[in-house]
């Protein structure tokens, strides 16, 4: 894939003790943090070979069995579907960190190896030791955000969005990021919400040979791409809701990531209103539909107290803003109401 990038924002000279989350957050676009980790143990360890850099995740081990993806060599590293999308390509396994580690290096010079990938597990869990020298300071701004660790040889995980906003720092080899604003989402042409290769619906065009006639709409999502290649030690800021295609570039990879959602904990996901809207709205007649969507505009996608605004503080109810206690009743009465 040839895509045409758009400038990236770039940060230099940032710091994990001084992360600038709100400047970040504020702009709200993807932004490349230059050397952010430079002098994690895991980037220092790297910088003397893969080996060391396995010795060194093998050191900081707590040896609880991971959970990681294993797919032949024709998987060709990208964990997906099979050809008629209903069921993945990869094998959900469950094994030692350090066995993983060592499959992963007895094939380092095959051109096509097996896929190996040990996606989105707990450092704490699984590397618990290894925070102390390879950590961003986010209890700084009072935002429990813990972190993940992803490792692989040379895997794509296909271009997804998540809910929250998301720091990734580059560990051990190069990733290249390709980066798309929310409103691509009808030109990526998402796969199925279920099953996913990650938990999460992903573009189901193949980005290194994309075929346009099955997937025109992609030409048009090409232009407004924005492309970073991630050395060890840089970390890339993915706002909440862009769309990222993410490439480990080198036969041996690990990245560390922080998601962080910009609500409190007793909002939920809005993936959760949206599978019930599929169910009580989507296939409602169109003129249905269209009244539906001018009540959710003025209840839900327009301005916050505009539906309460007329009416006495202590008449509002839920058209004031939802605290905790609200929230705790909002639920009992959704769980009610769906039990009936």
Known sequence: MAPQPASIRVLEGCRGDAL????????????VLKGLAGDWGL????????????????SHSSGRPVQ????????????????????????????????????????????????YYVASQQVDACLPAMR?????????????????????NRVTASCHYDAPNN????????????LFPPDQIGNLYPGPLDPTPGGQAVSVVDFARPDFERFPRFADALPNAQVAVLEPGDA??????????????????????????????????????????????????????QAWREVFEYYVFGPAGRAGEHLPEAARGMLAPVDETQARQLRAMLLARLNR
């Not at 910088?47 to 093998?58: E, F, I, P, V």
């Not at 060592?102 to 096509?112: G, M, S, T, V």
């Not at 102390?132 to 986010?138: G, I, Q, R, S, T």
């Open 43 to 58: 980037v220092r360890a790297g910088r003397n070979g893969t080996q060391a850099a396995m010795d060194y995740l093998k």
């Open 68 to 115: 990681y993806s294993y797919g032949s060599p024709e998987v060709g590293g990208r964990p997906f579907y099979n050809d008629d999308l209903s069921a993945l390509n990869c094998e959900v396994r469950r094994g030692g960190l350090d066995q993983v580690l060592d499959e992963i290096a007895a094939h380092l010079d095959e051109p096509r190896p097996p896929t």
């Open 132 to 152: 102390a020298d390879n950590d961003l300071d986010f209890a700084a701004h009072g935002i429990q955000a813990p972190p993940s660790v992803w490792i692989g």
């Open 20 to 31: 600038p989350l709100a400047e970040l957050l504020d702009a709200a676009v993807p932004t």
């Open 167 to 178: 720091i990734a720092v580059c560990g051990v080899g190069r990733r290249r990021f390709t």
């Open 236 to 289: 890339i800021f993915i706002p909440s809701m862009w769309w990222h295609h993410v490439e480990g570039l080198e036969a041996f990879n690990v990245l560390v990531n922080y998601w962080w959602m910009s609500m409190p904990a007793w909002v939920p996901t809005p993936m959760h209103a949206l599978y019930l809207a599929m169910w009580s709205l989507r296939d409602r007649p169109e003129r249905e539909k």
